[in-house]
Structure formats: structure tokens, C-alpha cells
């Protein structure tokens, strides 16, 4: 949740023109004139890209004649990534101009003529404001990787049962024997050489998997140029040929996995590049977390645990209203149950009983 990233996706047609996410900020301006809080929405015209699936919403109204999209989407387009989307200044009063931007965003959706508002991957600050106005909450789960203290890989395998720590060092020996070497890239460190085999990599990813790649090669490279710093690339070369990469950024205190690809096929080595490598980082770091984006139950076995995350919806129809608040209470108590089973099923050592 950066202006350089926000701005990056504009400004190399990521999003706006035809991609369905349109482009509509929401801005508190003080009587000064300066910003003193915004909400970066955007109108879109379809459900794709957002990593919090409401595909089963938009039938449902269809089907009573109603019509879904457009809709508002307060997010980050295309990172299922947890944080603020209520941004405040620090030196005003904060839940006050986030409850301005919750009102806002309800008669900004009006205004627009959107069937619903949707502020997904929101942290708790926000999502108290929002349950206040009326905002329904939904729970979902990803894996996140803690950092206990380690102070190496070893130190983290220890915590792990023995079975799990031999099923890990095969897998990261497996992963590079055909004489794969890793590289981890940052800074300036990172050439457009680089960006060019990545872009490679994302796009055969997307057209193996059905789907269609939301990110340009201008994008990356914008990203290079505009924050190099808090990039890691995770490139893996067989001689002097890149074959695989995995993208992340480095936050203040946690990495996030973002993208992977690959144009040859290795045993275990997404979970090398992906998984095991940002550990090795995040401990160099001192990093408290990984955060391997969306889905994936196998990352439990690798060592990253259920985690919580929560978004808040708003529908302008009071039947399409009730209908999802009642779908969602439902749906809540099935996340946390899930959760607590995945949360036993954790491959660490159990403790002994008192």
C-alpha cells in the first residue's frame, strides 16, 4: 500500500482503459486544501484480481434481476495482501477521518450508481469503523510463516517434528540437483535483464494455468525503478540461463510472496524459490513474518501457519443485504473451524504435557 505501487499500476495501463478497474480515489482534504485522508477505490467491471471471491454474490443477484456491476472495490488490485485501506494522517484525528471515509465510501457507491462497496484485506482499525456503518465482515484465511528469533534455516528446522525437518532438507537438496544455482536480488542488483526472464516466467504461469496475466513487462520494470529497494527477486539459473524466479516485496517488518513462474520443470523448486528462500531472507532480515499470498494449504507442511484475514462489504439493495449477512455467519463459523484444524495439523513439534 505505496503510492509508488499504486501509481506503478496506472501509469503502465494496469489498471484503467479496458482493464475493468477504473481508477476512483477517495479523498478527505482539510480546510487547508492539504489531504488528510484517501481511500484508494476503484470501480470495476468484473470480480477478477481480487483474491476475495464474491463470483457466487453476483450470480445470486443476477438471477433475482438485479445487476451486480458495476461495483467499488477498495483494495490494492491484484495482492491479496493484509493492511490499511483507510489511510489517515498521524497528526490529525484518525478514527474520526476514517469514519469520514466509511460514510464516504457508502455515498461515493450511490453516487456511482454500484451495486456494493468491498474493502478487502482490511486490518482491524479500518474494519472497526466499517462494522460501525454497517459494513458486513468476512473472514477468509492465508499461511504466513512467524519468525520465532531464529537465527537460521537450522534454528527454524529445530522447531519443527523430525520427520517434517528430513522432508524439508530433501526437498531443498532435490530442488538443485541438476546444478541449479539460486540468486536473491535487491537494490540495484536487480538489471532489466533480470525483469525481461521474470516477465518470462509470470507469463508462462498465467498461460498454463488458464488465466490471464493482469501485469505488463512496463509494470515491472516501473517497479524496478521505483522501488528497487523493496524488491526481492529469487532467480534460479542452470548455467548462465535464468529458469525460474519468484517475485516478493520487503515491508517493514514482514516479505510478501507475490509471483512465481518458471519455463522448466524441477521437483520442488517453487517451494525452494517461494517458500524457503524468503524464510532464509526474512531470518537474515530480522523480519517477524513471510506472507505467501493467497491459498495454498501445502505451504502448511513447509512451515507456514493459518492466518486470518478480513474484508468488509456493503450492498446497496437491503435484500442482496441480508442475503449475504446470512451466508456469511455461516461461512465464519467454517473459517474458524478450519482454521483450528489446520492450526493441529502444523508440522512443529508438539509440546509435552505439564
Not at 484485506?121 to 510463516?145: I, K, M, P, S, T
Not at 449477512?325 to 465464519?332: F, I, P, Q, T, V
Request: with cysteine; charged share 25%.
Amino acid at each position: 500500500m505505496s503510492h509508488a505501487f499504486l501509481q506503478a499500476l496506472e501509469a503502465t495501463g494496469c489498471v484503467g482503459g479496458r482493464s475493468g478497474w477504473t481508477p476512483a480515489h477517495l479523498v478527505v482534504e482539510a480546510p487547508s486544501g492539504q489531504m488528510a485522508a484517501a481511500a484508494p477505490a476503484y470501480v470495476k467491471a468484473h470480480s477478477q484480481g481480487e483474491y476475495v471471491f464474491d463470483h457466487a454474490f453476483a450470480d445470486a443477484y443476477a438471477r433475482a434481476g438485479g445487476q451486480y456491476y458495476p461495483k467499488l472495490q477498495v483494495a490494492v488490485p491484484f495482492t491479496p495482501v493484509p493492511g490499511p485501506r483507510l489511510l489517515v494522517r498521524q497528526d490529525h484525528d484518525a478514527p474520526m477521518l476514517r469514519r469520514l471515509l466509511a460514510r464516504g465510501l457508502l455515498a461515493f457507491r450511490d453516487r456511482l450508481g454500484c451495486s456494493s462497496v468491498h474493502v478487502t484485506f482490511a486490518d482491524e482499525a479500518d474494519l472497526a469503523v466499517l462494522r460501525n456503518e454497517g459494513f458486513l465482515e468476512r473472514n477468509d484465511q492465508q499461511f504466513h510463516w512467524r519468525n520465532e528469533g531464529y537465527g537460521s534455516f537450522e534454528d527454524f528446522l529445530s522447531a519443527l517434528a523430525s520427520r517434517k525437518r528430513k522432508a524439508i532438507r530433501r526437498e531443498r537438496r532435490d530442488a538443485l540437483a541438476a546444478g541449479l544455482v539460486v540468486e536473491r536480488l535487491t537494490g540495484s542488483a536487480i538489471e532489466d535483464r533480470h525483469w525481461q526472464a521474470f516477465f518470462d516466467f509470470y507469463m508462462d504461469t498465467g498461460a498454463r494455468k488458464w488465466g490471464r496475466p493482469y501485469l505488463t513487462k512496463a509494470f515491472f520494470q516501473e517497479l524496478g525503478r521505483r522501488m528497487a529497494d523493496r524488491v526481492l527477486l529469487v532467480m534460479a539459473r542452470r548455467g548462465e540461463a535464468y529458469i525460474a524466479g519468484a517475485l516478493n516485496l520487503i515491508g517493514a517488518d514482514a516479505l510478501y510472496g507475490r509471483n512465481w513462474g518458471a519455463v522448466e520443470d524441477h521437483p520442488f523448486l517453487h517451494f525452494e524459490l517461494c517458500y524457503y528462500q524468503a524464510i532464509d531472507f526474512a531470518i537474515e532480515r530480522g523480519l517477524s513474518r513471510v506472507e505467501a499470498g493467497a491459498q495454498g494449504e501445502h505451504k502448511l507442511a513447509r512451515g507456514y501457519r493459518p492466518a486470518t484475514t478480513r474484508s468488509a462489504h456493503a450492498f446497496a439493495d437491503p435484500g442482496l443485504h441480508d442475503a449475504v449477512a446470512d451466508y456469511l455467519s455461516r461461512e465464519m463459523t467454517y473459517v474458524e473451524a478450519l482454521k483450528d484444524e489446520l492450526d493441529e495439523a502444523a508440522p512443529f513439534r508438539k509440546e509435552p504435557p505439564a
